[in-house]
């Protein structure tokens, strides 16, 4: 059976470098982009941070840029990287359109999502590795979009955890297992 693991932090904490050492060991590895890919944005820092990213990745890791984690976890062989839930869930976010509508009508089809990707995350028995953003930690945030955001993040990180062998918060580049 394959381990689970949750890596979690604050940005630029250090999380998505210690989350690649989890699996250098590993023979193969399906390393999972859901955000957005560099050349489909037009902003350079943006660019510039997937550029770092993918210049890190050993060659004989493969690279999945999708936001169907489910699929992408139930297709891999090999370990899998998830690289991260944050900018997954606000790809889906901006998927179903929710900044403007009305939560009842897209809180359930993001839900879906959420719970097809933790099924997913569960039943593999490969070894697992996501990463997240831990922003739970800070003010309420002022707008409706950031409130939205964090609050879903929030409930995604908890699921995950739950369904996960180990959790680990890294601060300044330092791992505390929880």
């Known amino acids: 059976m394959g381990h689970k693991v949750l890596v979690t932090g604050g940005v630029r904490s250090g999380k998505s ?13 399906t390393y999972v982009a859901p955000g957005p890919a560099a050349d489909d944005v037009a ?27 489910a699929g992408a976890i139930a297709a891999a062989e090999g370990a899998v990287l998830i690289d991260c839930l944050g900018t997954w869930l606000s790809a889906l976010l901006d998927e179903f359109d929710v900044w403007d509508a009305v939560r009842e009508e897209w809180e359930p089809l ?36 950031g409130r939205i955001f964090r609050d879903l993040l929030g409930t995604v990180n908890q699921r995950v955890a739950a369904a996960s062998d180990e959790v680990l918060l890294v601060v300044a580049g330092r791992t505390i297992s929880l």
């Open 17 to 29: 470098f210690h989350a690649e050492t989890l699996l250098l060991g590993e023979p193969r590895v």
């Open 43 to 69: 902003d350079p820092e943006w660019a510039h941070r997937v550029g770092i990213h993918q210049a890190r990745r050993p060659n004989h890791w493969s690279t999945v840029e999708t936001t169907d984690l």
């Open 110 to 145: 993001v839900m879906e999502r959420v719970s097809a990707t933790v099924d997913a995350w569960s039943a593999s028995t490969a070894t697992l590795v996501a990463v997240t953003n831990e922003v739970g930690m800070g003010i309420v945030p002022e707008h409706r979009s």
